[in-house]
């Protein structure tokens, strides 16, 4: 009978392990916002309320196709944000992959240097989420 219950519990281990496979979730990058200068840098990226999101980012809106900010449905979604210090080199955050695990999110970002700019800039990215990974932890990881 003992042989009989660590082979299921044995089964039930292996049940697990296939149900913590990582899945790829969809995002989508919100575009023409800027972070506000008279803020501290979020110590979380997770951001779920519109209130939050405006006391960090305002609009840049452009003149042309696609000069509106993306619409940010916080009812529905979420996002997450990366920001940088401010520099005077040219820098871009790429978001390149978000993957959830068990009760984490892994969010894998690049971050492109360029080029001494004869300004400063603070770089941030903001990518959109289904409010379904709103309670799940997050992870970063920079390339």
Avoid: W
């Amino acid at each position: 009978m003992l042989l009989t219950m660590t082979a299921c519990t044995s089964n039930s281990t292996e049940a697990t392990k296939s149900n913590e496979e990582s899945s790829e979730v969809d995002f989508e990058v919100a575009k023409n916002y800027f972070f506000k200068n008279d803020q501290q840098i979020p110590a979380s990226p997770k951001i779920t309320t519109e209130d939050e999101f405006n006391k960090f980012f305002g609009m840049a809106a452009v003149l042309g196709e696609d000069g509106e900010p993306t619409s940010i449905d916080f009812t529905k979604q979420f996002v997450l944000a990366i920001v940088l210090p401010v520099t005077d080199t040219a820098t871009e955050i790429n978001p390149v992959k978000v993957e959830a695990k068990s009760h984490s999110l892994f969010y894998t970002y690049e971050v492109k240097t360029g080029e001494k700019q004869t300004y400063s800039i603070q770089p941030a990215s903001i990518i959109i989420l289904d409010k379904q990974y709103r309670e799940n932890e997050v992870k970063l990881i920079s390339n």
